[in-house]
């Protein structure tokens, strides 16, 4: 069966650093694209970024380029979110999701559950 475990999340100082995990099970990153995105409360869900491995291309919103980096390590069908310089308004429940396209899923066929960020002092 197809699943996305996202884990990483946690409570971080402004100005900190995070990294998020989504591990794939049920299919492999080499053929799929993965996108992350991000709902903070009263908020809609907002793209945050995206990978295709096997097109090698990636793509980051406007508001997170230049702290955010995203990678994909193919032997452990993992994808990551490199996550500096946090602020506040990254605070959000942030949720992996594929598909296939490039760098991002053309539709998403699969979410995966969430993982809790808090950026506060």
């Known amino acids: 069966q197809v699943q996305l475990v996202e884990s990483g999340g946690g409570l971080v100082q402004p100005g900190g650093s995070l990294r998020l995990s989504c591990a794939a099970s049920?299919?492999?990153?080499?053929?799929?694209?993965i996108g992350w995105f991000r709902q903070a409360p009263g908020k809609e869900r907002e793209g945050v970024s995206c990978i295709s491995s096997s097109a090698g291309s990636t793509y980051n919103t406007d508001s997170v380029k230049g702290r955010f980096t995203i990678s994909v390590d193919n032997a452990k069908n993992t994808v990551y979110l490199q996550m500096n310089s946090l602020k506040p308004e990254d605070t959000a429940v942030y949720y992996c999701a594929t598909g296939l396209g490039s760098p991002c899923p053309y539709e998403y066929d699969y979410w995966g559950q969430g993982t809790q960020v808090t950026v506060s002092s």
């Open positions: 049920g299919f492999t990153l080499d053929y799929y694209a």
